[in-house]
């Protein structure tokens, strides 16, 4: 079936609360439902023949004798009497059968549903490729420069976080299914930029919880929800920034993850990186680089980030940084007890030893570097001296 187990899992829990799991076995006919503790065994009266492996698990399941079970069922087929005497309890034999008859009607549904499910993906699908290729691309563009509100990631998207069953102490890569694969937001939206589906995260929202990206943000996976809400936090009150009209670029909401973590497809890294990313820098306009703590961030060693920070620069891009308010404090702190040379001494820039988490990134990210005049060092360079030269003016700011 076109979607696969992901799809059926999933409108199984739309048909009915009740089907926690559920099991096909066509050339048999059984449907197997597991609720809580108790089995239900689906056309087990259908005459269809049962396999050793079944009665295997049948009598695993401790509902009866394994030697009446192979005894009963030796002869391919199982009858209601043979049910009866199965379970010697032909009350329960007949609860089961009434609750096997239940099932077959939500069966009915679940199958329903999927069909109807299958049938709007393909007319969705079939409209897509029928629209001029110009219309086509002008959706991808539109797809790609959008952010999601400051007003989302400050208050709906912890809710979401909690609602997955994560906490704000997790880090981004543990909350991946809530962009990529079966579960995510945007698993079964077609996506505006290929047509096929699985979106990104910020397709699925609608006005104004996302619009044209204003800011877009340099940052790693590793930081945990609450340093990053925090960070943004600081970030709009030290500004008064209106949040439902603040909208940044996040990868982690942006990209289409169900592309970029697919094995299949982050093979092959980034397309395009330099001029895409230049189109999108020059789209927003302004960049925050987003710290987890000002002594030594993970950022620092990210292939990603310092390229991110060298583009801008050539960009003539501008850049400030923002950190959690808790890491605000300390970082003041730092600076007022004068240990300026602490936090510079930690500026620690290494293109040529970053990493990134697709291997194809960052090849291509230090082959183009490889390609520039001075190569690594001269990128070490200058990103090391604007970031010196950023905390030199917090530590004025203070001073001041």
């Not at 509100?149 to 912890?158: C, K």
């Not at 979106?199 to 800011?215: C, E, F, K, Q």
């Not at 609450?226 to 943004?232: C, G, I, N, R």
């Amino acid at each position: 079936l076109a979607g696969g187990w992901d799809v059926i899992h999933t409108i199984s829990h739309k048909v009915s609360h009740t089907l926690s799991y559920i099991t096909f076995s066509p050339d048999r006919g059984l449907l197997a439902t597991a609720c809580g503790n108790e089995l239900m065994i689906h056309a087990i009266v259908s005459d269809d023949p049962l396999e050793f492996g079944f009665r295997s698990w049948l009598a695993g399941q401790g509902l009866a004798d394994p030697e009446k079970i192979t005894a009963l069922t030796r002869g391919g087929a199982v009858s209601k009497a043979s049910l009866v005497e199965l379970f010697e309890d032909e009350q329960r034999c007949h609860n089961l059968l009434d609750e096997a008859n239940v099932r077959r009607s939500e069966e009915k549904a679940l199958r329903k549903s999927l069909n109807g499910l299958l049938d709007r993906r393909r007319r969705l699908q079939s409209q897509w490729k029928a629209k001029p290729l110009e219309e086509q691309r002008q959706s991808k563009i539109q797809s790609e420069r959008l952010g999601v509100s400051l007003r989302h990631v400050l208050h709906t998207f912890p809710l979401k976080v909690e609602q997955a069953g994560f906490t704000e102490q997790n880090i981004f890569y543990d909350l991946e299914c809530l962009v990529y694969g079966p579960n995510s937001l945007g698993a079964h939206t077609l996506c505006p930029r290929d047509g096929q589906f699985g979106s990104s995260y910020v397709d699925v929202l609608r006005p104004p919880d996302h619009g044209p990206a204003t800011t877009f943000v340099s940052w790693v996976w590793s930081y945990r929800v609450a340093d990053v809400v925090s960070a943004f936090q600081s970030w709009v009150s030290e500004h008064s920034m209106d949040d439902h009209a603040s909208y940044i670029w996040l990868c982690y909401f942006c990209n289409n993850q169900h592309r970029l973590l697919n094995p299949r497809d982050a093979s092959n890294g980034s397309d395009n990186l330099e001029d895409v990313f230049r189109a999108r820098l020059a789209a927003c306009g302004q960049v925050v680089i987003l710290f987890d703590r000002a002594l030594k961030p993970p950022w620092m060693q990210r292939a990603w980030c310092i390229y991110e920070a060298y583009t801008c620069l050539k960009c003539r891009i501008q850049w400030q940084i923002i950190m959690p308010e808790r890491e605000q404090h300390k970082f003041d702190e730092r600076l007022r007890a004068g240990r300026i040379d602490d936090i510079i001494h930690g500026v620690q820039i290494d293109l040529s030893t970053a990493t990134a988490t697709v291997p194809a990134d960052e090849q291509k990210i230090k082959a183009i570097i490889r390609a520039e005049p001075g190569g690594f060092d001269e990128v070490n360079k200058h990103v090391k001296q604007e970031l010196k030269r950023w905390f030199g003016g917090q530590f004025q700011r203070l001073l001041g």
